[in-house]
Structure formats: C-alpha cells, structure tokens
C-alpha cells in the first residue's frame, strides 16, 4: 500500500537528501531511466529524448502567456529558462528566482503523457520568503518552508485534461511531490522527495 501523506501542502524544508536528489535528477536529465503509465513506456523527461522540449504557460493572475523551448541540441536554453523564470515570478511582488530544471523536465513530462500541448494554467510559482511568509500566517494550506520559495514547486491545472487524470500522472511519475486540490481546481508538483497529499 502506498503511504499517503497528511493533508499537509507543499512541503516541509529542503532536506540534504531532497538536495542530492535534485542533483542526482539534473545529472539524469536524458538518460534511459523509464517511467511506465497507462501502457506507454516514457523517459523522466520525453518519449522522444532528442527533440527539443517546449512548455507553454498561462499566468492567471497576470494574464501573461508564453510558449518557449527550454532545451535543444542537448542543453538548456538560456532564452527559454530565462523567460519561464519571468513568467513564474512572484506576481505579488515581482521578484524572480530561477526554476529548477527538473522540475520543468517533470512539466514536460506530464505534457508527453496526457498527449497535450495546452499551457499549464499558473496558480502559484515561485514564492519570495515575504509573499510565503504572509500566505502562511493566513492559511495552513501553505508551508512555511515551501519549495515554492526554491523555484522548486508549481500549482497547477491543464484545462483540456481532467484534474484528476494530471494528478494521477504527476504520481507515476515518482519524481517528487503532488499534493490534489480538487476544491480549488488544482494540483501542486515539486522536485522535494516523492510523497501525496489532498487538501
């Protein structure tokens, strides 16, 4: 049986394992490590590695859209990282921070599985320690040590795929954590270590 996590969001602090994983992940980014869901064997990051890999994103608190490729040629783009940091910025505030690769390779990978090139619509992205702190002291639905402050973690939905059917995707993934928030229409990832909650 597969432990479930306590409704508990986001997640706690980065632990040193959570850090050498990250590291272990971005040196793997490419290989053959394969993930099996519904039938169809995947790699962490596309069923086909070489092509170049694009996310589209639609911010909706600041209405901003964009559609990029990230990595190409065997490396990440500067440009594309570069314009998804701007666009996963803290809105309240306007601060950046840079998004951790692995978890846009977890992004892209979710697309490969749900057969779907529609923008992930941004609930929350990056979160500076100020906007965190102050959505923490209002609600305990937001870790007070959120990866979300780490450029490690993302809300989201895909409005032409079930909510459900992202979440159950996110989980076979196994790459980090997926917390299900059905009443508010969304489901949070991170590159943290692999557990689940609801809320």
């Given at each position: 049986?597969?432990?479930i996590s306590?409704?508990?969001?986001?997640?706690?602090?980065?632990?040193?394992?959570d850090?050498s994983?990250?590291?272990?992940?971005a040196?793997?980014?490419?290989?053959?490590a394969?993930?099996?869901?519904?039938?169809?064997?995947?790699?962490?990051?596309?069923?086909?590695?070489?092509?170049?890999?694009?996310?589209?994103?639609?911010?909706?608190?600041?209405?901003?859209?964009?559609?990029?490729?990230?990595?190409?040629?065997?490396?990440?783009?500067?440009?594309?990282?570069?314009?998804i940091?701007?666009?996963?910025?803290?809105?309240?505030?306007?601060?950046?921070?840079?998004?951790?690769p692995?978890?846009?390779?977890?992004?892209?990978?979710?697309?490969?599985?749900?057969?779907?090139?529609?923008?992930?619509?941004?609930?929350?992205?990056?979160?500076?320690?100020?906007?965190?702190?102050?959505?923490?002291?209002?609600?305990?639905?937001?870790?007070?040590?959120?990866?979300?402050?780490?450029?490690?973690?993302?809300?989201?939905?895909?409005?032409?795929?079930?909510?459900?059917?992202?979440?159950?995707?996110a989980?076979?993934?196994?790459?980090g954590?997926?917390?299900?928030?059905?009443?508010?229409?969304?489901?949070?990832?991170?590159?943290?270590?692999?557990?689940?909650?609801?809320f």
């Amino acid at each position: 049986m597969t432990e479930i996590s306590p409704p508990i969001p986001d997640c706690c602090a980065a632990t040193s394992e959570d850090r050498s994983r990250r590291s272990v992940v971005a040196g793997l980014v490419g290989t053959a490590a394969m993930s099996w869901f519904g039938g169809v064997t995947l790699t962490p990051t596309t069923a086909r590695a070489g092509e170049p890999r694009a996310l589209a994103f639609r911010n909706l608190h600041t209405g901003e859209t964009l559609e990029t490729v990230y990595w190409a040629d065997g490396s990440y783009r500067h440009e594309g990282l570069e314009q998804i940091n701007h666009i996963l910025r803290d809105w309240r505030t306007g601060d950046l921070e840079p998004m951790d690769p692995a978890l846009l390779d977890l992004l892209h990978s979710l697309q490969a599985i749900l057969d779907t090139r529609g923008p992930f619509h941004v609930i929350s992205a990056y979160r500076s320690p100020k906007t965190n702190a102050a959505l923490a002291s209002k609600s305990n639905g937001v870790a007070r040590k959120s990866f979300h402050m780490r450029g490690m973690a993302i809300d989201i939905a895909l409005p032409d795929r079930d909510l459900t059917a992202l979440r159950d995707a996110a989980w076979e993934l196994q790459q980090g954590g997926v917390g299900y928030y059905a009443k508010s229409g969304f489901i949070h990832v991170d590159t943290g270590r692999v557990r689940r909650w609801n809320f």
